[in-house]
């Protein structure tokens, strides 16, 4: 959402779209026509250990979210799903390998292949089984790589490209991506309401606090991005360490710090709202509070600041790794790329242009 902008009585944006730094769209297409135009891998952030009690698969599954795909694998092993770890959530309108750990404490496992599902809407197929010493947790995972097809391309092909090359060159605003806000958007809405005394589940107010914590940094980086500063240094800035969350600053600007930030070996930060104060100060501090104005602000910071959450940073910058395109048959367009844990592919092709999802995640 843009710095300012305000919730409707739905919860959803009353200014479209949050702004793009490098320009107008490019481009209009289509993407999820069918699962195999969104692929994703996990990268592993380790290597199993060879022994242990949890049998750590690597699956591929289509049209099948991840929390479907832990109950068929607790079903086949015949444990409590609280026997299945996985480090992150992936898409069902997709095609997706990932990582699943079983605890199987005597170290028996059922046929893999007795696993395996192969229809006309679901598949799933085992492509590596080893065993490892812990449950795997969420997050342990070194971020994802994603083949995506975009189709019904509109656009002159030129520009296009001239977009992916300055997205390779200079990176992207690191926006939480729509994921965050559930369906609808309305995530932000109900993190109002029950910051306003409204009971919800457990598992439902961790996706709400999250939520609001997404809303609030969107809408700092949305006024960065307004500013043209969101890859740039103001005064007071706080920098991440790229790939990684550890964090420093302020301190005066240095050629040593301008050669650092154009590597691409730090970035400025954000802040994740919580109790405490704003790392941040001067230039970076006053436009920061100024972004976070308003009363549906306030209300999410006080809520925030009420769950016990503390000040946290997060990079306002991302650059995709290995970013590479090539034109299908017309009108199609394949572009592949790696990003680390917690970012969205979403805000990629954002920044291209206008996309319209035809599969609903799910």
């Not at 060879?50 to 991840?66: D, F, P, Q, V, W």
């Not at 809408?219 to 005064?235: G, N, T, Y």
């Not at 790329?337 to 592919?345: E, I």
Request: proline share 5%; with cysteine.
């Amino acid at each position: 959402m843009p710095a300012g902008a305000r919730l409707n009585a739905t919860g959803h944006a009353a200014e479209p779209g949050l702004p793009r730094a490098l320009g107008a769209a490019v481009l209009r297409a289509q993407i999820r026509t069918q699962p195999e135009d969104f692929f994703v891998e996990e990268m592993a952030g380790f290597e199993p250990t060879g022994s242990g009690e949890h049998l750590l698969l690597t699956i591929e599954k289509r049209g099948m979210n991840t929390a479907f795909a832990a109950q068929r694998i607790a079903q086949w092993a015949g444990v409590g799903d609280v026997a299945i770890g996985y480090a992150g959530l992936k898409d069902r309108h997709a095609v997706t390998r990932q990582r699943f750990s079983v605890h199987l404490p005597k170290r028996v496992s059922p046929d893999t292949a007795t696993l395996q599902l192969d229809g006309p809407g679901e598949a799933l197929r085992v492509i590596d089984a080893q065993w490892h010493a812990k449950k795997l947790p969420r997050g342990a995972l070194a971020g994802n790589r994603f083949v995506l097809v975009l189709r019904e391309v509109q656009g002159e092909p030129a520009a296009i490209e001239a977009r992916l090359q300055a997205i390779a060159a200079r990176g992207l605003p690191n926006y939480f991506g729509e994921q965050r806000f559930g369906r609808g958007g309305d995530n932000v809405a109900q993190a109002l309401a029950m910051f306003a005394g409204r009971r919800v589940r457990r598992e439902q107010r961790t996706l709400l606090l999250s939520a609001a914590r997404s809303e609030l940094f969107n809408r700092v980086l949305a006024a960065r991005v307004k500013s043209q500063c969101w890859d740039e240094p103001l005064e007071g800035e706080v920098w991440m360490l790229d790939g990684s969350r550890s964090v420093f600053g302020p301190e005066p600007w240095s050629d040593e710090l301008a050669q650092r930030l154009g590597a691409f070996d730090i970035h400025p930060t954000g802040p994740l709202w919580g109790r405490g104060t704003l790392r941040s100060t001067g230039e970076c501090e006053a436009l920061e509070v100024a972004a976070l104005d308003g009363s549906d602000a306030a209300a999410l910071r006080a809520g925030l600041e009420a769950e016990g959450l503390k000040q946290e940073r997060r990079a306002l910058r991302l650059r995709p790794e290995g970013l590479q395109w090539r034109w299908l048959e017309e009108g199609s367009l394949e572009v592949g790329f790696s990003l680390p844990a917690g970012t969205y592919a979403t805000v990629v092709l954002a920044e291209l242009g206008d996309i319209t999802s035809l599969g609903r995640d799910g």
